[in-house]
């Protein structure tokens, strides 16, 4: 069962899980009056609240290319394995800016991270010339991910979620 109101689940599996397929299914959100404001003590509620008040639905080509503004991209996942540990990677080194929030099932945030061209290194989940973020999912529950890019330039979707055991650090 759906949990979220978005209309697929995405499968977290042993593997990569591609921009393609997660752009598939996911929500896109154009913020280009950057209203949307998503805290990190923020209530899946109140997240997808703002998005619904002040994004403008998009799709992926939509939101590709030169643009000034951020954009939000949303979607569920389900872990169907009995590993607990994923990574999100974002692999377009120059983005300026990007938050990941992960909500569990109940609706509360259980992950908050940045990164991105001006974050420091060491600031960064994890120090890659990737954008790297990991997050725990336990096996048979949903959560859903909203992440934040923005950027001053050109604007790509690179993401994709990997078992940790597919990530070579």
Known sequence: ENMFPL???????SG???SDKILEHALLFDDRDRKITVLPTATLEQAL?????NGI???AKDVIGYRDSRVWIV???????????FILRYSYSSMQHIELFLFDEAGAMTSHQLSGKFISPQSRPINDIEYLFPFKALPNKQYLLCI???????MQLPISVLSSDRMHM
């Open 7 to 13: 209309q697929h689940v995405i499968s977290l599996q």
């Open 16 to 18: 990569e899980i591609t």
């Open 49 to 53: 609240a703002q998005l619904a008040r």
């Open 57 to 59: 639905r998009r799709t």
């Open 75 to 85: 979607f569920p996942v389900r872990n169907t394995t009995v590993n607990a540990d």
């Open 148 to 154: 934040r890019l923005e950027s001053l330039g050109s």
